[in-house]
Structure formats: structure tokens, C-alpha cells
T-cell receptor, first 116, second 113 residues
Framework: EAGVTQFPSHSVIEKGQTVTLRCDPI?????LYWYRRVMGKEIKFLLH????????ESGMPNNRFLAERTGGTYSTLKVQPAELEDSGVYFC??????????????FGSGTRLTVV | AQSVSQHNHHVILSEAASLELGCNYS??????LFWYVQYPGQHLQLLLK??????LVKGIKGFEAEFIKSKFSFNLRKPSVQWSDTAEYFC???????????FGKGNQVVVIP
């Protein structure tokens, strides 16, 4: 089966610009998660979708970040306006409903965002 | 604060050497435990996981990990590494009933041929 796909793989933008990251989960996976790794730090949870609904968005750093999941399929994460501290690698992961961390979900390769 | 600790963030060793990576967590109660690996240019992959039962867990590629509840630890081991084990290794904890993973900072392991 196809894995979790994220694009772009790399993005370099200027401070103040807008960037949209996309994640295509494995088909049929209702759980979708976003995580972020800032350089030198641990990977941190951002939010969790179940189908199109936000189950937990407590990890979102501030209101410059907006995540959506259209029709319960792919998800986008928009950063507007981007700040220097938003630089990092953004990971997406998906799993079947009823699975998730208990079973180890499937990660994408990540999007490396650099804000200059 | 609740956290996951991984020490020795950069490890360099020769092929055939033994590898042990430490992982300690500070969450109370029941937890699920994981080790993930990220090979250069690839996505995070699950190496092994522990939910319950035998505290010695065997994973892919000859890796194993031991859960020691009294020490809040879940250390990863491999008796004899290969050059292809060069990667970054992440310990992760899922507190029971929570939908998120808490990761450690990772261990960058370089195996010299």
C-alpha cells in the first residue's frame, strides 16, 4: 500500500509569508496526526484529526497555525504569517480508527520548513 | 514536567560493536512504549513497541528493548551493529488513554565500516 505522503519535502520562505503543508494519509486511515521537530529539540505533537474533526489540537503553538482535513481525507497545515521560530520538520502520521499509538502508526517523510 | 529522556545524542561506533541507547520517562501510570528509527532521507519507522506482557521486546533488524517499570526505562539494544544501522533513533511514550506520542530528543547513531 502507498505510505503517508507529505509535500513539499522542503520549503524555504521569508518571514511574514504564508506556507501550506499537505499530508495525504494512507487510504482508509481515519486518524491523522501532525507533529513538529524544531532543530535540536524533540518531536512534538501538534494535533490529531479523527476523520474531518479535530480531536485534539492542544499542541498547536499559536493561532498562526491552521490545520484542516477536507472530507476526512488529506490534511493541510497552514502557517500565516510565518516566523523564524516556525522553522523545523513537520511530520504527518496516520492510522486506522481504533489503532494509533497503541499499535504504532505510519509516518510520512516530513516537510522541512525553513523561514528566513 | 512529564518528559522522555534520551542521553548520548551522538553515538559513533564501529561495525560489530554492541549498541545500547537509554530511554527514561517520567509519566506515571500505564504507558505504551516505542522505539522509532529514521534512516537518512527516509520516514520514521517503528522498530519495536511494548504494551504489556514480556518486558523484553524483540523488534526488526535484530533490535530488542527491555522495559524496567521500577526504573521507568525502556532501553534499546543491538548486540552487533552494521553500517546500515546508521540512523536517528527515537524513544516515544504514549500515556494510556492519551492520543499523542511524547518523544525523546533522539540519538544520532553513526556506524563506521
Amino acid at each position: 500500500e502507498a505510505g503517508v505522503t507529505q509535500f513539499p519535502s522542503h520549503s524555504v520562505i521569508e518571514k511574514g509569508q504564508t506556507v501550506t503543508l499537505r499530508c495525504d494519509p494512507i487510504s482508509g486511515h481515519d486518524n491523522l496526526y501532525w507533529y513538529r521537530r524544531v532543530m535540536g529539540k524533540e518531536i512534538k505533537f501538534l494535533l490529531h484529526f479523527v476523520k474531518e474533526s479535530k480531536q485534539d489540537e492542544s499542541g498547536m503553538p499559536n493561532n498562526r497555525f491552521l490545520a484542516e482535513r477536507t472530507g476526512g481525507t488529506y490534511s493541510t497545515l497552514k502557517v500565516q504569517p510565518a516566523e523564524l521560530e516556525d522553522s523545523g520538520v513537520y511530520f504527518c502520521a496516520s492510522s486506522l480508527l481504533g489503532q494509533g499509538e497503541d499499535y504504532g502508526y505510519t509516518f510520512g517523510s516530513g516537510t522541512r520548513l525553513t523561514v528566513v | 514536567a512529564q518528559s522522555v529522556s534520551q542521553h548520548n545524542h551522538h553515538v559513533i561506533l564501529s561495525e560489530a560493536a554492541s549498541l545500547e541507547l537509554g530511554c527514561n520517562y517520567s509519566y506515571g501510570g500505564t504507558v505504551n512504549l516505542f522505539w522509532y528509527v529514521q534512516y537518512p532521507g527516509q520516514h520514521l519507522q517503528l522498530l519495536l513497541k511494548y504494551f504489556s506482557g514480556d518486558p523484553l521486546v524483540k523488534g526488526i533488524k535484530g533490535f530488542e528493548a527491555e522495559f524496567i517499570k521500577s526504573k521507568f526505562s525502556f532501553n534499546l539494544r543491538k548486540p552487533s551493529v552494521q553500517w546500515s544501522d546508521t540512523a536517528e533513533y527515537f524513544c516515544a511514550v504514549n500515556p494510556y488513554g492519551n492520543n499523542r506520542l511524547a518523544f525523546g530528543k533522539g540519538n544520532q547513531v553513526v556506524v563506521i565500516p
